[in-house]
C-alpha cells in the first residue's frame, strides 16, 4: 500500500515523498487510520519500526488546517536525545506546512523554550520533569491541548517517570485524542493505559517483540579483561566501519571512549553525567561521520537515530531482555539491514540465555582468528564493584580514626603527661598583656607615674 492511499494532506505527502518514503511500514499502516478518525491508539511497536511517524502524520494532519499560535500537541518522551530525534523528525515531515513544533528538555535554556509556550508552538515534545518545571509558571498552559503522546511508554515507567506523568496529565483536557505507544506492554503500561485511553484501537499488543528482521545478531565469547582489546581489534580489521557501543555504566563508557581514542580511533562518548551541549556534540559529530564510535549507555538506547548504522555493539550484556531489543534496535531501521555483536564474559553466560530465551532463538557463537584470547590485559577498564566499595569503606575508617584521635588531642590538658615534650606554649593573650602594660607605666597614654599630674 503506498503513502497516498492514507489520504493525508497533500503537503505532507510531499515531504514524506521527499524523505524517499514509498509505502508504510505495518505499524504506520495500522496506526494512521483509526488516528486519522480521531480515535484514541493503543501500540506495542518495536524500535525501528517507524513508530514516530505513525503518530506524528495523523497529528499533523488534523492541525494543517487550525489557526496558529495555540498548543494543540503535546508528546511526552523518556529522554532529552529522544525529544529531538522526534522533532527532527517532525520538521522533516512538516516542511511544507505552517506548522511549528519545539522540544522541551533540561541540560538547556529555558528562555527558548518559555518562548514557545508564549508564541503557542503548534506542537510541544516535551520530558516530564522539564515540562513540570515550566508548568509551575503562568505563562505555561496546556488548556488547548487535544492530541497527547506517550512514546516509549515503558521506558518513562522504567526511568520513575509515572508520578510526574500523572502531575501533567491534571494540566491536560480530559477531552482530547490519546495515541499511546509503547515498545513492551508489561502490566502496570497495560492498567496506564486503561486510565488514559477511551475504547483505542489496538495494534501489535499480542505481539511477541523481537530484534528487527534485517539485524544479523553474533555472540563474541570474550574475557571481561579483553572486551576493550577485542573491539580495538574488530575496527582494525575492518569488521566494523561505525558503531554504536553500549556500556553498562558511565565510567566504562568514559574509559572505553578514552582507550579507543589513544589507539588512534575517532571516538566519542555520551551519557547522563554529559552536559546537553556534549551530548549533542557528540551525537552529531557521529551522524556526520566525525565520530567512528559512539560508546553510550542506555539512556540513548532510545534516542538515537542514525541513518544507515552499520552496527551495534553490545559491550556489556544487557541485564534485562528488552533493553538488549531496544540496543540492537538501532541498526536495520526502517527495514534496512545491519549488525549486532554482543561481547560475553563467561559470569555474562546467564543473562545472554535470558535474552536468547526472549528472542527465541540460540545466537551464533565467533571466534576471531588470530586474536589472543589469552591474551595479558594492559590495564581493567573499570574496577570492580566489590573492590570500590572496599576501598571506600576503608578510607573511611582511616578518616574516622583521624577524627577521634584530634579529638581526644584537643581534650588532653596541657600539663598532662600525654603532652610533655611538646614544649611551652605562651597562653593566649600573654604577649599583648604585658606590652600593654608596659605602655601604660611608661606613659603611653600620656601619664606620668605621679598621680594626677599630666607631663
Known amino acids: 500500500m503506498p503513502f497516498t492511499a492514507l489520504k493525508l494532506h497533500p503537503s505532507l505527502l510531499k515531504g514524506v515523498k521527499e524523505l524517499g518514503f514509498v509505502s508504510p511500514t505495518p505499524i504506520q499502516s495500522d496506526a494512521i487510520p483509526p488516528a486519522l478518525a480521531g480515535r484514541d491508539v493503543l501500540a506495542c511497536a518495536m524500535t525501528g519500526s517507524g513508530k514516530t511517524a505513525a503518530f506524528l502524520l495523523p497529528i499533523l494532519h488534523r492541525l494543517i488546517d487550525r489557526p496558529r499560535g495555540t498548543t494543540r500537541a503535546l508528546v511526552l518522551t523518556p529522554t532529552r536525545e529522544l525529544a529531538a530525534q522526534i522533532l527532527e523528525d517532525l520538521n522533516d515531515l512538516a516542511v511544507h506546512t505552517p506548522i511549528t513544533a519545539a522540544a522541551i528538555y533540561g541540560g538547556v535554556a529555558m528562555g527558548p523554550q518559555e518562548h514557545a509556550f508564549r508564541t503557542g508552538a503548534d506542537v510541544l515534545i516535551a520530558t516530564p520533569g522539564r515540562l513540570l518545571d515550566h508548568l509551575t509558571h503562568a505563562y505555561a498552559k496546556l488548556g488547548a491541548i487535544e492530541h497527547l503522546v506517550l512514546d516509549e511508554a515503558d521506558r518513562m515507567l522504567d526511568m ?45 499488543v499480542e505481539r511477541k517483540p523481537a530484534p528487527a528482521v534485517g539485524i544479523t545478531q553474533a555472540v563474541y565469547p570474550v574475557p571481561q579483561e579483553l572486551k576493550s582489546a577485542l573491539l580495538l581489534a574488530l575496527l582494525e580489521r575492518g569488521d566494523m566501519r561505525d558503531a554504536l557501543v553500549f556500556t553498562r555504566t558511565k565510567h566504562r563508557a568514559n574509559r572505553l571512549a578514552e582507550y579507543l581514542v589513544r589507539h588512534g580511533v575517532r571516538a566519542e562518548r555520551i551519557h547522563g553525567n554529559r552536559s546537553q551541549a556534549q551530548r549533542t556534540a557528540a551525537l552529531a559529530g557521529f551522524k556526520a561521520g566525525k565520530h567512528d564510535v559512539l560508546v553510550a549507555t542506555d539512556i540513548a538506547a532510545r534516542g538515537i537515530d542514525v541513518e544507515a548504522l552499520g552496527h551495534v555493539v553490545n559491550f556489556d550484556v544487557p541485564q534485562v531482555p528488552d533493553d538488549y531489543i531496544h540496543r540492537v534496535g538501532r541498526t536495520a531501521r526502517a527495514e534496512a539491514t545491519g549488525d549486532a555483536f554482543t561481547f560475553v564474559s563467561p559470569e555474562e553466560e546467564d543473562d545472554l540465555r535470558s535474552i536468547e530465551r526472549a528472542v ?30 572496599a576501598a571506600i569503606r576503608a ?20 600539663t598532662s603527661p600525654e603532652r610533655q615534650g611538646e614544649g611551652p606554649r605562651p597562653r593566649s593573650g600573654a604577649s599583648s598583656s604585658s606590652s600593654s602594660g608596659a605602655n601604660r607605666s611608661a606613659g603611653g597614654r600620656g601619664w606620668s607615674n605621679s598621680r594626677g599630674n599630666r607631663r
Open 160 to 204: 520513575g517517570f509515572l508520578p510526574q506523568i500523572r502531575r501533567v496529565l491534571r494540566h491536560v483536557p480530559s477531552r482530547r485524542q490519546t495515541l499511546f505507544f509503547s515498545a513492551t506492554m508489561p502490566a502496570p503500561i497495560v492498567v496506564l493505559s486503561g486510565e488514559m485511553l477511551q475504547t483505542p484501537a489496538t495494534i501489535q
Open 360 to 389: 527465541g532463538k540460540r545466537l551464533p557463537r565467533v571466534t576471531v582468528p588470530d586474536f589472543d584470547y589469552a591474551a595479558r590485559p594492559a590495564g581493567r577498564l573499570e574496577v570492580p564493584l566489590g573492590e570500590r566499595i
Open 395 to 414: 578510607r573511611k575508617t582511616d578518616d574516622r580514626a583521624r577524627a577521634q584521635a584530634n579529638a581526644v588531642r584537643r581534650r588532653v590538658p596541657e
